[in-house]
């Protein structure tokens, strides 16, 4: 048991070793009739739609205009992206139509961005990332310098709170650690995409060739399932290094983070068929060497555990303090995981900022 639980650990120590070289920079001149559409969706979004918007108008390298999407919000969203719009002629405020039945709210925002856009390349931002000033410029040229219809990233993340600390580098554990390639354009099988819906720049002509948003008007997921079809499409779909480009809070606390991991859980990991391998993964790499302890191999397993978190952490630009917290943090993730599986067993909806979709609107 204990040379199989230093195997389990060793398969993403590896993993993580090769990706993290795959891994680049986005990097290019855009062309000079470049214009990056920065699209935002915004929903309750008081709090952070000022910084948001700052950021993404300090961009320089390429030509920006900004449109944020006000999704019925029931803050004061829309007033003040209207106030700082009366400022600034690139940033334009729209207003969400009521949402259709078998759609899901950010895609059906995402859908109405992408239409009212002019750009050349579609940069999908959350309001709660803040981009780099050559973010934008960097991405399209990164896209056009590779032929690439898609570029996408993990911000760095901003960790505040033990909770977030538990649930949040998790993202970049399993992308390093579990995904052959890493979401690298050489990877080109639709299973072996990869996207951070926080942060995504796409080729417009590509983005209507494969129906945009509305080819998967119910999913929760929009990231992955934008770059899986592509993909299926024929086009190429690249992950760089998001920490330079953008970074991001994306919960305040445990609650927050729990509810928000899983709402999306049900179209990753928490398949009825998937999540048995990886709970055998995941335990058995992380977890079933501190019940072998004090087995040479089981402190082995350890110490590899503890090197590729703390490799992926650096790399990630995440706090160093949320490293002891690894094993929490897998236990957690894969607590999200069969609650999300027995949730969509019993036919209960997954609910996000006032609204709740049933199984067949996330799946």
């Not at 729990?258 to 709402?263: A, R």
């Not at 590899?304 to 236990?331: D, F």
């Not at 609910?351 to 996330?362: F, L, P, T, V």
Request: glycine share 10%.
């Amino acid at each position: 048991m204990d040379a199989l639980s230093l195997a389990l650990a060793a398969f993403p120590a590896s993993m993580a070793a090769a990706n993290l070289i795959l891994l680049g920079r986005a990097g290019g001149e855009p062309a000079p009739d470049t214009l990056v559409s920065i699209l935002i969706p915004a929903r309750d979004e008081a709090a952070n739609i000022a910084d948001c918007l700052d950021a993404a108008l300090a961009s320089t390298g390429v030509e920006v205009e900004v449109l944020v999407m006000d999704d019925a919000s029931r803050d004061a969203t829309p007033e003040i992206v209207s106030a700082r719009a009366a400022l600034d002629p690139r940033l334009r405020l729209l207003r969400a139509p009521p949402l259709p039945p078998g759609w899901t709210g950010k895609v059906h925002a995402c859908a109405r961005l992408a239409e009212a856009a002019r750009g050349t390349h579609l940069l999908f931002i959350d309001a709660d990332v803040r981009l780099a000033p050559d973010a934008a410029a960097r991405m399209a040229g990164h896209a056009q310098a590779g032929g690439i219809a898609l570029v996408t990233g993990v911000p760095r993340q901003r960790i505040g709170t033990l909770g977030e600390g538990l649930t949040v580098p998790a993202i970049n554990l399993l992308m390093m650690g579990y995904l052959p390639g890493a979401g690298r354009a050489f990877t080109g099988h639709p299973a072996m995409a990869a996207a951070c819906g926080q942060l995504i720049l796409v080729e417009r002509g590509a983005y209507e060739a494969v129906g945009g948003h509305a080819a998967f008007r119910q999913r929760l997921h929009d990231g992955l399932a934008l770059a899986r079809n592509l993909r299926a499409g024929g086009h190429r779909t690249e992950v760089v290094n998001g920490a330079p480009l953008a970074d991001c809070r994306m919960y305040s606390g445990f609650r927050e983070s729990w509810n928000g991991f899983l709402k999306n859980a049900r179209e990753g990991m928490a398949t009825p068929l998937g999540l048995p391998v990886w709970t055998v993964l995941l335990a058995g790499g992380h977890l079933l060497p501190w019940l072998l302890l004090p087995a040479p191999l089981a402190a082995a397993a350890l110490v590899l555990t503890y090197l590729t978190r703390a490799a992926i952490t650096w790399r990630a630009r995440e706090p160093s303090w949320t490293i002891p917290l690894h094993p929490a943090t897998v236990a957690v993730a894969l607590a999200i995981q069969w609650t999300a599986l027995a949730r969509s067993a019993l036919g209960r909806p997954a609910g996000w900022k006032g609204r709740a979709y049933s199984a067949a609107d996330g799946a």
